[in-house]
């Protein structure tokens, strides 16, 4: 753990194990930090905030710069790292990396806009001038399926606010949050500004996050469950939240788009990352003109999909996380499969070549989904890719919006007005209009109904770490 600028081991002396998800072998020991190492962190940071938030948005911004540079250079190393924890193709893993620096290069550039305002006030002897200032300490919980970006996605915007943070990372992925924490001390972030408190039960962190008033701001990604206990928790004496939670993204293939090239698209997000995202789609919606086009171009790509150790070359499906994801996967293709859906490939574990010392499960494709199938409402996290035939453009965005969820969504139309028309009416935050891959550092991200709340990455996401103040002067 990294607390008050030194590297330490849990108070209680403990730690637990990191194990590979490919082939479940031990890879490291990591610190089993508790309440009492969260309480010690939250401390430091509170004590680091004074100095950390006086400093020049010049001055951190300079910081940030120098830990983008050196996350950049440490590439592969972090890449290698993830597949190792984590177990996404290295490719995929180098990407997200990049994507991940990305975070600390562009707030570095917006620490220094962080402009106020000044408004026509109603009296003449007086001024009204408003201020943006940093919230205080920040309180961090990421999830496993992006182990680093996440991570940066957070503590970016939190530092270049002027904020100081503690972050408790993955149980699953804490080797990727040591290297970045790394980087942060290597870039020369003050100590106690960015701790980093490892643990294998996340709850009596989690509690000490919400119930120490130290910690003004809670922000989380993850379930939506862990997700809105957090958010209860943290009312109880107003912590600012934000949260990025679960997905069931609609993906449509509208009348007039090509069926062939809409498939192509919708193989490479929905099997992403193992269909551990929560943008993939977890339901393809196919106009009936289409469906045969679009399903035999879909399960021809899906068949030679190589699983197997992210390190290997060629390899494009990872494990899924541990053996509650294989579960899930299994009890939703059997429950749509005993409903009537057909199994167009996969949907088995896969278990030959040594696969069986991992998580593996085939990429799989169901035709002929209902709504009355689990998959159709509950999040998969898995690679089973549902495929749902309608009949009428003008009825879709119903179907596409009769979920709770509302992060992302995707739309294939060669028309504008179809394609304005969709944007518009879809209730999610994330729109990718023939496009598979709508995020960057510089866009806004998250989700609306029970997606989350708050946005991160974009000039939006800074100011989820500052509070507007207001100054009225009588002169
Ligand atoms: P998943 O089911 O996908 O693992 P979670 O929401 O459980 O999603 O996990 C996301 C992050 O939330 C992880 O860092 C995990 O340790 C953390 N987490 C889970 N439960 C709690 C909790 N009660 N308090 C704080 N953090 C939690």
């Not at 003449?124 to 680093?148: E, K, M, S």
């Not at 919400?210 to 701001?217: A, D, G, Q, Y």
């Given at each position: 753990m990294f607390i008050n600028g030194e590297w330490c081991a849990a108070v209680s002396g403990k730690t637990f194990d990191v194990t590979n998800p490919a082939n479940g072998e031990k890879i490291a020991d990591v610190p089993d930090g508790g309440q009492a190492d969260a309480e010690r962190a939250i401390q430091a940071a509170h004590d680091a905030f004074a100095g950390w938030s006086g400093m020049t948005a010049y001055e951190r911004s300079r910081i940030l710069y120098k830990a983008y540079e050196l996350m950049s250079a440490r590439k592969e190393d972090i890449a290698r790292t993830m597949t190792t924890e984590q177990g996404k193709p290295l490719r995929a893993a180098m990407n997200e990396v990049q994507y991940g620096a990305d975070f600390l290069l562009w707030y570095a550039e917006e620490a220094k806009r962080v402009y106020g305002e000044t408004i026509p006030?109603?009296?003449?002897?007086?001024?009204?001038?408003?201020?943006?200032?940093?919230?205080?300490?920040?309180?961090?919980?990421?999830?496993?399926?992006?182990?680093?970006s996440m991570i940066t996605r957070k503590v970016a915007p939190a530092l270049a606010a002027g904020c100081t943070i503690v972050l408790k990372p993955a149980?699953?992925?804490?080797?990727?949050?040591?290297?970045?924490?790394?980087?942060?001390?290597?870039?020369?972030?003050?100590?106690?500004?960015?701790?980093?408190?490892?643990?294998?039960?996340?709850?009596?962190?989690?509690?000490?996050?919400?119930?120490?008033?130290?910690?003004?701001?809670?922000?989380?990604?993850?379930?939506?469950?862990?997700?809105?206990?957090?958010?209860?928790?943290?009312?109880?004496?107003?912590?600012?939240?934000?949260?990025?939670?679960?997905?069931?993204?609609?993906?449509?293939?509208?009348?007039?788009?090509?069926?062939?090239?809409?498939?192509?698209?919708?193989v490479l997000v929905k099997y992403l990352n193992t269909g551990q995202a929560c943008i993939c789609p977890n339901r393809l919606f196919v106009h009936e003109s289409g469906i045969e086009?679009?399903?035999?171009?879909?399960?021809?790509?899906?068949?030679?999909?190589?699983?197997?150790?992210?390190?290997?070359?060629?390899?494009?499906?990872?494990?899924?996380?541990?053996?509650?994801?294989?579960?899930?996967?299994?009890?939703?293709?059997?429950?749509?499969?005993?409903?009537?859906?057909?199994?167009?490939?996969?949907?088995?574990?896969?278990?030959?070549?040594?696969?069986?010392?991992?998580?593996y499960y085939a990429p799989t494709v169901l035709g002929d989904v209902t709504p009355d199938m689990l998959i159709y409402r509950e999040e998969t996290f898995g690679p089973v890719a549902p495929i749902i035939a309608f009949d009428d453009d003008d009825d879709i965005l119903a179907m596409a919006n009769d979920t709770h969820y509302g992060l992302a969504a995707y739309v294939y139309t060669q028309n504008l007005s179809a394609a304005m028309r969709t944007f518009e009416g879809l209730r999610f935050g994330i729109i990718g209009i023939n496009d598979i891959n709508?995020?960057?550092?510089?866009?806004?991200?998250?989700?609306?109904?029970?997606?989350?709340l708050g946005r991160e990455g974009g000039h939006e996401g800074i100011f989820e770490y500052l509070e507007t103040k207001l100054g009225g002067f009588s002169i």
């Open positions: 006030a109603p009296r003449g002897d007086q001024r009204f001038i408003v201020l943006h200032q940093p919230v205080g300490v920040v309180a961090a919980v990421t999830p496993w399926n992006y182990p680093a149980e699953a992925t804490p080797l990727c949050a040591i290297e970045i924490f790394k980087v942060l001390e290597e870039a020369g972030v003050p100590a106690g500004v960015a701790n980093l408190v490892t643990g294998f039960d996340p709850k009596p962190i989690g509690e000490e996050f919400v119930t120490n008033p130290l910690v003004r701001k809670i922000t989380f990604t993850g379930s939506t469950e862990t997700g809105k206990l957090l958010a209860r928790g943290a009312a109880d004496q107003m912590k600012r939240v934000s949260l990025e939670l679960g997905g069931h993204a609609p993906f449509l293939v509208l009348k007039d788009a090509d069926p062939v090239f809409a498939a192509k698209g919708a086009a679009f399903t035999n171009e879909f399960v021809s790509r899906v068949e030679k999909m190589r699983a197997g150790n992210g390190l290997d070359q060629g390899i494009n499906i990872g494990p899924l996380v541990n053996e509650k994801a294989i579960e899930k996967v299994e009890r939703q293709v059997a429950d749509a499969t005993a409903k009537g859906a057909k199994l167009l490939c996969g949907g088995h574990r896969l278990m030959d070549d040594g696969l069986d010392k991992g998580h709508p995020t960057g550092a510089a866009a806004p991200f998250g989700g609306q109904k029970e997606s989350g």
